[in-house]
């Protein structure tokens, strides 16, 4: 048997439009990172159509998967262990590759990993990061989930709060809908944003409480839609670009505020910043300001492990078999696997 520190691990992901692979040596030695993207596809449909998405993994998911083990330099009989992704998602994604995973479980004889997609966001950032260990407070922003989670040991979750409606991503990506930019919103209000003043329009910040650690984005949405409508109604002109910044504002400092927050109620020194919106050049540079003024050591993925990878999969995967959490033959999408669903 190999030494847990050379144990190859597989991860595969296929949640939502991105179909990936990656070999994991160890823990956290990245031997390859392979992502095919559906966002061409779906663009011109303005999101992700389930469908589509289903069957481009069906195409995609063994030849990403052969990529992956090329570009690591190994074989498939090399891999010890492979992880998956088995929700949050779509399920018709979700069941791509959890069956390509079963199905190279069983024909290797290995064993077989179902990871929580959300978990492995947090993950990401073990790869980029080689000294970092929990304990930590991970604020986790992807296009469907938006909260604040203590992250007491490597499989030791607890919720601090979540989105009670809209994500962050999806808010980003609503509203970049309704100004005409395409799919996905995020990148472009965040390119938009940097030409325009943050200031011009003042949006609403939601549950800002002390206390609170749930966010809700869909009256911030609201309120931009409402804007736009009523801008064009009085045929004035509309700057884009103040909109994107005045929008970004407003979601950022939601964030950065219950992120400062629940460090200080837990006595935490370290966030973690996960998911999609991690890659948002704003909120990485105010949560790394907001950091260094209360003394809290930040760190955030590098950019290609913030979206959605298998790398972050195999990472979460490998200290889960460290700890003997594995799958048996039976495991199934679960779209709406929650983060209360987490293990505590
Ligand atoms: O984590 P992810 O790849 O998929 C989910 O698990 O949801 O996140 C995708 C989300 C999308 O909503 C996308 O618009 C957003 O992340 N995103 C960004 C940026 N890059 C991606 N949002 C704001 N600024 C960005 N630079
Ligand atoms: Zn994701």
Same mark, same amino acid.
């Given at each position: ?54 069957? *481009? ?51 290797? /004889? ?5 990871? /929580? ?46 989105? *009670? ?32 003043? +943050? #200031? ?7 549950? *800002? ?25 009085? *045929? ?42 991690? +890659? ?14 209360? #003394? ?26 460290? +700890? ?21």
């Amino acid at each position: 048997m190999p030494d847990s520190e050379d144990i190859l691990t597989l991860g595969v992901e296929s949640s939502c439009d991105e179909t990936a692979a990656a070999v994991l040596r160890g823990g956290r030695t990245l031997l390859s990172n392979v992502i095919s993207t559906q966002i061409p596809v779906h663009r011109k449909f303005g999101g992700v159509v389930p469908e589509i998405a289903s069957r *481009r993994h069906i195409v995609n998911v063994m030849p990403v998967i052969d990529e992956a083990l090329r570009e690591a330099g190994v074989v498939l009989e090399d891999i010890r262990q492979v992880a998956v992704t088995y929700g949050p998602g779509l399920v018709g994604a979700l069941l791509v590759g959890v069956s390509a995973a079963k199905a190279l479980a069983f024909a290797r /004889n290995i064993p077989l990993i179902g990871v /929580n997609h959300l978990e492995g966001h947090i993950f990401a950032n073990f790869l980029s990061h080689e000294e970092l260990e929990p304990p930590f407070m991970a604020l986790v922003v992807s296009g469907g989930h938006t909260a604040l989670i203590r992250v007491q040991g490597y499989n030791h979750f607890t919720l601090m709060g979540q989105t *009670r409606d809209d994500a962050a991503g999806e808010a980003f990506d609503k509203v970049a809908r309704v100004m005409g930019l395409p799919y996905p919103g995020g990148p472009e209000i965040d390119k938009l944003a940097a030409q325009g003043d +943050a #200031d011009a329009i003042d949006f609403p910040r939601a549950l *800002r409480e002390k206390g609170n650690y749930e966010f809700s984005f869909s009256g911030l949405k609201s309120a931009v839609l409402n804007y736009l409508n009523e801008m064009k109604m009085k *045929r004035a002109e509309i700057d884009k670009a103040n909109v994107a910044a005045s929008f970004q504002k407003a979601v950022i400092e939601v964030l950065v505020q219950k992120s400062l927050e629940a460090l200080s109620e837990e006595g935490m020194k370290t966030l973690v910043l996960a998911g999609g919106v991690a +890659a948002n050049s704003a909120l990485e540079g105010r949560l790394r300001e907001a950091a260094e003024a209360h #003394d809290i050591r930040f760190y955030y993925p590098s950019k290609i492990l913030c979206t959605d990878n298998a790398a972050m999969i195999a990472c979460r995967g490998y200290y889960q078999s460290q +700890a003997g959490i594995f799958s048996d033959l039976s495991l199934n999408a679960v779209p709406g696997l929650s983060l209360t669903d987490v293990k505590a």
